[in-house]
């Protein structure tokens, strides 16, 4: 619990919020709580390369590729107890010594904890749940499109073709879910509305452990025999080392002949090279990644060629809705903060999540 009347950061780019007036009152919003000193508005903002690669271990050799303070940046972290922000620079009790507690824009972190949060005693929590509608909605058109043939029949269009192309249906099949967060909970509710079978992997899963919308819930030790049974994998876990090439080849190799997956949660997941083969060799009849692991992905790539692979950059979100139910939680979190609460989504900056 703070001992005194606190000064709040907003350190990401305030065009994110897709709305300038929304923006403003956010803002005013913030600076009228009791216990708030007053709220400083200033981008530091890092180069999507640099975010993605700083969630990676050895972290610590980019360094010098993070962009130079501004002297506005420095006055501004210099002066701030609370943070909500994307980014934060290295060693950032050094520039920010009054800095005690992060909110984080996004679900992952990674790229927060190398600033040396844990060292310093820094709390940190994270989006969790800002996103997972809109990104559930996301992969249920995935699944739809796939399974609807909709890629087919849009390019038969173009070819001035009347020739039927009939897909399949949601309804009766079985799907996996690795990862029983946010994301997945709401995956796992729409699912049961088209009426699938519902299994789930969570990490504190134990004996006769259950979930709303899910059938069977399994620890993650029992991965592959959650995978054995499903039509359809759909991955939505945070970066950790335990999640680390998690979907590798004996992982792919369990799934049924004839399965689809589709990873919504961190590119780390994913031994991108045994996904390809899986594709390539027919096993696997599809995926869908909306991460990598390094993004941008380089041109170079060749999960860009690969055959019935679903790509997209990292955009299965929904900017409109992400950043008004952020500053809901900021506002939540905030208030527990300033009275010596427990946060909602704190991260155990020691063991990573």
Not at 148 to 154: H, P, Q, S, T, V
């Amino acid at each position: 619990m703070p001992t005194g009347p606190v000064v709040i950061g907003v350190l990401y780019p305030p065009e994110y919020y897709r709305d300038r007036e929304g923006f403003a009152k956010e803002i005013a919003t913030l600076e009228s709580t009791p216990g708030v000193e007053r709220v400083i508005v200033e981008t530091y903002i890092e180069p999507h390369e640099l975010r993605s690669a700083r969630g990676k271990p050895g972290a610590e050799s980019l360094k010098d590729t993070a962009p130079p303070l501004t002297d506005a940046q420095r006055e501004a972290l210099a002066q701030i107890d609370v943070a909500l922000t994307l980014d934060l620079p290295f060693d950032v009790a050094e520039v920010a010594p009054r800095l005690r507690w992060v909110q984080a824009v996004g679900v992952g972190t990674g790229q927060l904890q190398s600033a040396g949060l844990a060292e310093a005693g820094i709390r940190l929590s994270s989006a969790a749940g800002t996103s997972g509608v809109s990104i559930a909605e996301f992969v249920m058109a995935r699944l739809l499109e796939e399974a609807k043939r909709l890629r087919e029949i849009d390019a038969a269009q173009k070819r001035h073709e009347w020739e039927p192309l009939f897909g399949s249906q949601l309804g009766g099949r079985t799907l996996g879910l690795i990862g029983l967060g946010a994301i997945n909970a709401a995956v796992a509710e729409r699912a049961k509305a088209f009426g699938m079978r519902v299994l789930a992997t969570r990490r504190t899963a134990g004996p006769g452990a259950t979930a709303p919308n899910v059938d069977r819930v399994l620890p993650t030790a029992a991965l592959h025999e959650l995978l054995s049974e499903c039509d359809t994998v759909v991955a939505a876990v945070p970066e950790t080392p335990e999640t680390r090439g998690l979907m590798g080849r004996e992982a792919f190799a369990a799934m049924p002949a004839g399965s689809f997956f589709c990873n919504v949660g961190r590119g780390s997941l994913v031994d991108e090279d045994a996904l390809i083969d899986a594709l390539a060799t027919g096993h696997l009849r599809g995926a869908a990644l909306d991460v990598a692991s390094v993004e941008p992905l380089p041109a170079s790539s060749p999960l860009w060629d690969t055959p019935n692979l679903y790509l997209s950059p990292h955009c299965s979100a929904s900017p409109q809705a992400l950043f008004v139910n952020l500053h809901e939680l900021f506002r939540d979190n905030l208030a527990r903060y300033l009275a010596g609460e427990p946060l909602r989504n704190e991260v155990d900056v020691a063991r990573g999540y």
